[in-house]
């Protein structure tokens, strides 16, 4: 039955050749019949392609109207085997629909063609209609995507570079960079998916909307641990902390009302991601400052400092706020090495709102870890050091403000006393001497011979050193040698006095050998081990005696 109503079709199609309007009618109810009743088109594909011929060739010419009408026709037909997979079918389709088509149609016809040949594995087609495709509409983003993809396929990484730095120009980039950093993860190519991530954050983090970054950060989230998931890479984690660094940045802190708008919706959307990237900026962080990248310690830390601002208030919240504070601080004292000016003020304004801080956590009844606050009094007496060089009292006062025991008070004087040694001896020399009586007050005599050893190391001169050979033998006298003096620290000393005293004999300087010399002497005497080392200092005290002998025999009297 129903091919006698085709038949009837054929047999009226003639009769109205000279009226186009009814023939043109009279196609269109073919065409929808042989679409409606048949699943395979071939019929519906042949008369459309005999149709479009007569047009092409001159014999029946189409109107405008009917060849818009045709082209919708053949692209919903296209489409709706594209929607079902069947992506042969599909560019049969899109491939008769493209002449029908104005230029900016066409290259989109194109790059579905393309695309098609893609999902039939096909590369080759599909580069070929791809690169037509943008020949049309090079500012198609899409075209970059699409390519960026048959690269991919290919293994042609480089090109995918080329196109993933083109779709990086637009500002309505962000879902394609999104799926290009997705795509890079499946095909395994992590520089492709750091790459597209960073151009995400640079496009997108810059330009949401402030109701979406909540959204930005989920997608964040995701990308971030999908790439960590491809290998376990210390340089991989380095760029990651990197892009968090730039997100950050981005966000507006000096906008109390637009942090309050932003708080809000990420209480509501993206409470989760904050905190996570907030913990994942902390540990690399501190990793950073494992391996000495200060300029890295400081941006992460500051990043904490930014990403906690968007997270709800609390006393922890707060203390997280002035460790990030002091640890950037001190990040950034590191980068300057003592010669920047600038850096060092910038670490004193750090060090300004951590003291604001303080007094604000004080007045709460919140008390600081003492770890941190011993940091403070540090980062800032190194700071200062290279700006207003502090006196010893203003460094006791600070100390004695933290009420900490006199063993940790004299550690953190010992440290401080060794920073300042490259810069100012003087000052060095007090604190160090300071921590020493400290120690001999507690009876830790190895930690004071320590000292000692390092007062000695940094004194301008041999004279300037004798002092503390002879405060230490006042000490020997005092306590038992054998359970509480170090026995190296004691033979440091012998070895170090013997060896000044020959020094002097070489000068000829006899009255200072035999100083230097019969202090070694004494220090032997409470030397376990005398037999190492007592005969060459004995032949030497001897060989100095004689040298001096004559120098002090009374001249006798003449006659």
Not at 108 to 124: A, H, I, K, P, S
Not at 185 to 212: C, D, M, P, W, Y
Not at 313 to 339: F, P, Q, W
Request: with cysteine; aromatic share 10%; charged share 20%.
């Amino acid at each position: 039955m129903f091919d006698g109503f085709l038949e009837a079709f054929d047999v009226a199609l003639p009769k109205f050749l000279n009226d186009p309007d009814k023939y043109e009618k009279l196609c269109f109810l073919k065409l929808e019949a042989l679409i409606s009743h048949f699943s395979d088109t071939t019929m519906a594909l042949s008369f459309l392609e005999k149709l479009l011929s007569d047009h092409n060739l001159g014999s029946h010419r189409l109107s405008g109207p009917a060849q818009q009408q045709i082209s919708f026709f053949i692209w919903n037909t296209a489409t709706t085997f594209y929607i079902s997979s069947d992506y042969m079918n599909a560019l049969v389709w899109y491939r008769l629909c493209a002449p029908l088509l104005s230029e900016d149609n066409r290259s989109q016809c194109f790059r579905v063609v393309g695309r098609c040949y893609l999902l039939c594995q096909e590369l080759n087609q599909a580069l070929e209609w791809t690169l037509r495709a943008k020949d049309l509409d090079p500012d198609a983003i899409s075209c970059y995507f699409l390519l960026y993809d048959i690269y991919l396929e290919t293994g042609r990484v480089v090109d995918a570079f080329e196109c993933l730095h083109h779709m990086t120009r637009f500002q309505s980039s962000a879902e394609f960079l999104e799926a290009s950093a997705i795509l890079a993860v499946q095909k395994r190519q992590q520089a492709l998916a750091i790459q597209a991530f960073e151009g995400l954050l640079s496009i997108t983090a810059s330009n949401l909307e402030r109701s979406k970054k909540g959204f930005f950060c989920k997608v964040a989230r995701t990308l971030l641990q999908t790439c960590l998931e491809l290998k376990d890479s210390t340089e991989l984690q380095d760029k990651i902390a990197s892009t968090i660094v730039t997100f950050t940045k981005s966000l507006d802190v000096s906008d109390t009302e637009s942090i309050s708008r932003l708080k809000d919706m990420v209480f509501a959307n993206a409470l989760d991601e904050i905190q996570w990237m907030n913990s994942f900026a902390w540990n690399s962080a501190v990793g950073a400052v494992e391996k000495k990248n200060f300029t890295l310690m400081h941006e992460l830390f500051t990043s904490c400092l930014v990403l906690c601002r968007y997270l709800p208030d609390s006393s922890s919240l707060v203390e997280t706020r002035m460790n990030c504070l002091v640890y950037s601080a001190i990040a950034l004292l590191r980068t300057s090495k003592g010669r920047n000016k600038p850096i060092l003020e910038d670490v004193m304004r750090i060090i300004k709102q951590c003291r604001e801080l303080k007094s604000s956590l004080e007045s709460n009844g919140v008390k600081l870890d003492k770890a941190i606050e011993i940091a403070l009094v540090s980062v800032e007496f190194e700071s200062l050091l290279h700006l207003c060089p502090p006196n010893l009292v203003t460094v006791l006062a600070k100390l004695n403000e933290l009420s900490i025991k006199p063993i940790k008070k004299a550690s953190i004087l010992a440290e401080l006393g060794m920073i300042a040694e490259p810069v100012n001896k003087k000052l060095a020399s007090q604190l160090l001497q300071e921590s020493r009586q400290i120690f001999v007050a507690e009876s830790e005599f190895g930690k004071s011979c320590q000292i000692t050893r390092n007062l000695i190391s940094i004194s301008p001169s041999r004279v300037e050193a004798y002092p503390y050979f002879e405060v230490t033998l006042t000490l020997l006298k005092l306590v038992d040698v054998e359970t509480s003096f170090p026995v190296d620290e004691l033979q440091w000393l012998i070895v170090r006095a013997f060896n000044n005293g020959i020094y002097y004999c070489r000068l000829m300087q006899w009255t200072q050998a035999e100083q230097w010399i019969s202090m070694s002497l004494s220090l032997l005497h409470y030397y376990s081990s005398k037999g190492d080392y007592e005969q060459e200092i004995l032949q030497a005290y001897h060989t100095i005696l004689e040298k001096t002998r004559p120098l002090l025999q009374p001249s006798g009297l003449s006659v």
